[in-house]
C-alpha cells in the first residue's frame, strides 16, 4: 500500500506565497508520476501541476508562471510552490501518486486566499 500525507495549507492573502508538501511511503515504484490536483466548492477537481519520475513537468494554464512542482525522489517527496496567488486559486489540494500498481491519493489540504 502507499500512503500520501499532505501538508502546508493554511489562509493567505492575494498576492501571497504558500508551499505545499507530500510525502509518500510504502512500496513506492519507480517510474511513477506525482501530482497535485485542486478542487474548488462546487467544481469538479482538476490537475494542477505533475511531475514525472523521468523529470516531465506540465502545469494548468491557470497556474502557469505562478505555481512550481518540484520532487525529492529520495525522499518520496513532491511539493508545490504557489505564488502571486489569487482568489480563484481557493481549493482543497490533493496530491496523488500513480505507478504501476495504481492510483493513490493524500487526505487533501485547504488553502485560502482571501482579504
Known amino acids: 500500500q502507499v500512503q500520501l500525507v499532505e501538508s502546508g495549507g493554511g489562509l493567505v492573502q492575494p498576492g501571497g506565497s504558500l508551499r505545499l508538501s507530500c510525502a509518500a511511503s510504502?512500496?513506492?515504484?519507480?517510474?511513477?508520476?506525482m501530482s497535485w490536483y485542486r478542487q474548488a466548492p462546487g467544481k469538479e477537481r482538476e490537475l494542477a501541476a505533475t511531475f514525472t519520475s523521468g523529470g516531465i513537468i506540465r502545469y494548468a494554464d491557470s497556474v502557469k508562471g505562478r505555481f512550481t512542482i518540484s520532487r525529492d525522489n529520495a525522499k518520496n517527496t513532491v511539493y508545490l510552490q504557489m505564488d502571486s496567488l489569487k482568489p480563484e486559486d481557493t481549493a482543497v489540494y490533493y496530491c496523488?501518486?500513480?505507478?504501476?500498481?495504481?492510483?493513490?491519493w493524500g487526505q487533501g489540504t485547504q488553502v485560502a486566499v482571501s482579504s
Open positions: 510504502g512500496r513506492i515504484f519507480s517510474g511513477n508520476v
Open positions: 496523488s501518486l500513480s505507478q504501476v500498481t495504481g492510483l493513490y
